[in-house]
């Protein structure tokens, strides 16, 4: 009975993902049982099957309340009294382009992964949290701290992650539950390929003329982010790891080469900061010569 009650159960949204993943095999490997949240459980089969049984899959997408509370369901079945854990919310994508070239829908449903989707995950498993005295992680973004030019839809959705940690940390301190913010620097994830594929793919549908006032812009961002520094999402893994386990966490962890420098630029008066980012994109020529 004892060592059912310390068992250690987390729920992953995201779990087919380059950091969903890693976190599993981190996490499994330190003894917890992991359910692993999937839009498409055949993506991480191959996984489960080799982590089994201590990874099980549970169908969930986050923008669908019936389907989070069918999650929910699922893994109630399974750990009855024992609760939850962590949950570590981590489903989410980059929505990529200039603010006026994109869609009203295509910014809703960005809010809808990375923000809606956050807020329902937590509702919904809160009571299972409650059980265990578990804890919250929620994966933000260093842009949480620097919003960026490009993807401002994104910046923007990450920076309410920030402000919706902050505020749970205090609303859930009665029932000794920790929120804690995980900030990623720019990880080696199918993140960015696939944010490109699709950005590339609603610019189809933008008017020429709209088009090609940013033309020249993103072909310049576009050769910078092909030069930015990637970290091992594994390091994300062991950040939840270290969030999930340690006594007394901090409220956000910085994580990766470029999240410090991201958090320091965040504090900078707005016109430096604004020049250097122009500069790190290589706009400066540019701009002055659009001037
Ligand atoms: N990689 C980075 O550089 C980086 C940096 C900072 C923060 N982050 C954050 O880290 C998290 C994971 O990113 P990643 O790099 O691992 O990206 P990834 O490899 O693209 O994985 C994203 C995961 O989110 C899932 N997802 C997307 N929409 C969903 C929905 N509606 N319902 C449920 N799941 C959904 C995807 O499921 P499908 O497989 O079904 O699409 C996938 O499992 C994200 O929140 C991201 O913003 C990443």
Do not use: C
């Not at 969930?60 to 369901?73: E, N, R």
């Amino acid at each position: 009975m004892e060592e059912q009650m310390n068992r250690k159960n987390v729920f992953i949204t995201g779990s087919s993902g380059g950091i969903g993943t890693a976190a599993i095999e981190k996490l499994v490997a330190q003894g917890y049982r992991v359910f692993a949240g999937v839009r498409n459980p055949e993506k991480i089969k191959r996984l489960s099957e080799k982590l089994a049984p201590a990874v099980i899959p549970v169908k969930i997408d986050v923008t669908d309340s019936a389907s989070v509370a069918s999650a929910v369901h699922d893994v109630n079945e399974v750990v009855k009294e024992e609760g939850l854990t962590g949950l570590i919310n981590n489903a989410g994508y980059i929505l990529q382009g200039p603010l006026e070239l994109l869609s009203i829908e295509e910014i809703k449903e960005q809010f809808e992964v990375n923000v809606f989707g956050q807020i329902r995950a937590v509702q919904a498993f809160l009571p299972m949290i409650r059980k265990a005295e578990g804890r919250i992680i929620n994966i933000g973004a260093v842009t949480g701290k620097t919003a960026m030019p490009y993807i401002g839809a994104l910046s923007a959705s990450k920076q309410v992650v920030e402000a919706l940690t902050d505020a749970l940390r205090i609303e859930l301190k009665p029932w000794r539950i920790q929120v804690v913010l995980i900030e990623p620097a720019a990880m080696e994830t199918s993140i960015f390929d696939k944010a490109k594929s699709a950005s590339d793919a609603a610019l189809q549908s933008v008017p020429q003329d709209k088009k090609a006032l940013y033309e020249k812009v993103l072909s310049l961002v576009d050769a910078s982010m092909a030069n930015q520094v990637l970290n091992a999402p594994g390091i994300v893994a062991d950040s939840i790891y270290h969030a999930l386990s340690v006594e007394h966490p901090h409220t956000r962890y910085a994580v990766g080469r470029g999240a410090r420098l991201a958090v320091t630029l965040g504090r900078l008066p707005d016109r430096l900061r604004d020049q250097i980012l122009i500069r790190a994109l290589g706009l400066h020529k540019y701009f002055a010569s659009e001037r």
